[in-house]
DNA sequence: CCTATAGTTGACGTATACGTCAATAGCGAC
DNA sequence: GTCGCTATTGACGTATACGTCAACTATAGG
């Protein structure tokens, strides 16, 4: 079973990002590994959580908001069902937030496909010339 | 034609961005609005630029990427071949950031499916208790 | 012309997300 | 054990993105 446990060097090197930044996330809250004496020694679980934390950092949530989102994906105790619609409706609210950056996203690649598509154009144009004029 | 000019609360408003929040952009070139004396006059074309970096900002982007982007759709002097080229080579790069940023939602959005679900089905098991107990 | 309201420019403060450095502590190989 | 490398804990520094005064200035309405 993949029981391997990971050093802060391991980690930083795997996902890109420096002991320092992995301490920091520590410190709010994202990711608890465990530790031989004072030693940090990452778990596959730690991993996880950091995956879904820079995942959640590339699309401009605050550590935060990263650790309330990180922490409803993260087997926790379920609780009751007072707990669970709770969850529920968190779970509906970032969803909420997604589907906005989504928008955000497909606008700003539809803009981006206009201006390269004029760009282009542009260049055709230009090379046009060059050949009429070379020849 | 619409050549409207609002104020700074006007677009502050409409916006919902504080004016202290517009100067600030203004500063670092995001928007460049017109004056009447050292009034400033936002035009249509500057609601254009600051909807642009709003969308820019919500996706996590920084006031200086912001800025580049915004320069890159904005109705410039297209310049010769070479700018062209550089153009859609940084409009290349954007986008792979964009959809990087879409596969990071489209994962986090299934994800969140996931635990939906086992939510719900918690809840369902724990209805079903009840009105078996109730009955 | 005068007042009220909106707008302007500094200047400084603050929250977030780390970088950097120093001093020390621990662990692995020999 | 001890040499060397890695790790840890403060503590302070820094960049970004504004918030918050303060002190004027401008402009529109009566």
């Given at each position: 079973?993949?029981?391997?446990?990971?050093?802060?060097?391991?980690?930083?090197?795997?996902?890109?990002?420096?002991?320092?930044?992995?301490?920091?996330?520590?410190?709010?809250?994202?990711?608890?590994?465990?530790?031989?004496?004072?030693?940090?020694?990452?778990?596959?679980?730690?991993?996880?959580?950091?995956?879904?934390?820079?995942?959640?950092?590339?699309?401009?949530?605050?550590?935060?908001?990263?650790?309330?989102?990180?922490?409803?994906?993260?087997?926790?105790?379920?609780?009751?069902?007072?707990?669970?619609?709770?969850?529920?409706?968190?779970?509906?609210?970032?969803?909420?937030?997604?589907?906005?950056?989504?928008?955000?996203?497909?606008?700003?690649l539809g803009t981006m496909g206009e201006v390269e598509a004029?760009?282009?154009?542009?260049?055709?144009?230009?090379?046009?010339?060059?050949?009429?004029?070379?020849?």
């Open positions: 079973m993949p029981d391997h446990r990971y050093s802060i060097q391991e980690v930083s090197r795997e996902f890109d990002v420096t002991p320092r930044a992995l301490r920091f996330y520590e410190d709010k809250g994202l990711i608890a590994p465990a530790r031989r004496g004072t030693t940090r020694l990452y778990s596959d679980r730690d991993r996880t959580r950091l995956r879904l934390a820079l995942r959640g950092i590339r699309l401009g949530f605050s550590l935060e908001e990263c650790r309330e989102i990180i922490d409803l994906y993260d087997p926790q105790q379920p609780g009751g069902a007072r707990q669970l619609l709770r969850l529920c409706d968190k779970i509906r609210e970032h969803r909420a937030e997604l589907l906005h950056k989504l928008r955000d996203i497909e606008a700003t004029r760009c282009l154009a542009e260049l055709l144009k230009i090379d046009a010339n060059v050949r009429k004029a070379g020849h």
